[in-house]
Nanobody, 123 residues
Framework: QVQLVESGGGLVQAGGSLKLSCAAS????????MGWFRQASGKEREFVAA????????YYEDSVKGRFTISRDNAKNTGYLQMNSLKPEDTAIYYC????????????????WGQGTQVTVSS
């Protein structure tokens, strides 16, 4: 089991940037896939990005490609989501999650979740 704690959310104007962090404990972050998901008010939780264990391959939801970057620092056991060119439609609670499985796209494949951090983008 992995314990995850997100931080870095906040209020930002459209076009601005935020960097979310996901501090992990319990297992080295290099041994599992870390995913970022978001849930806007009244909507289902959706995939944003993932970085796989081992090779560190990255995957992004189409609407964030070129704007968001997922990464991890194995020495700090922390994952990151750099978000640039933010848009009002990016407003949501952002969650990091961990899985040892090979399917990284669906939230129900992730057994471990953080508590979430609010990101609000004003127009």
């Amino acid at each position: 089991q992995v314990q995850l704690v997100e931080s870095g959310g906040g209020l930002v104007q459209a076009g601005g940037s935020l960097k979310l962090s996901c501090a992990a404990s319990g297992r080295p972050c290099s041994t599992y896939t870390m995913g970022w998901f978001r849930q806007a008010s009244g909507k289902e939780r959706e995939f944003v990005a993932a970085i796989t264990w081992g090779s560190g391959n990255t995957y992004y939801e189409d609407s964030v490609k070129g704007r968001f970057t997922i990464s991890r620092d194995n020495a700090k056991n922390t994952g990151y989501l750099q978000m640039n060119s933010l848009k009002p439609e990016d407003t949501a609670i952002y969650y990091c999650a961990a899985t040892r499985g090979i399917t990284w796209l669906y939230p129900d494949k992730y057994p471990d979740w953080g508590q979430g951090t609010q990101v609000t983008v004003s127009s």
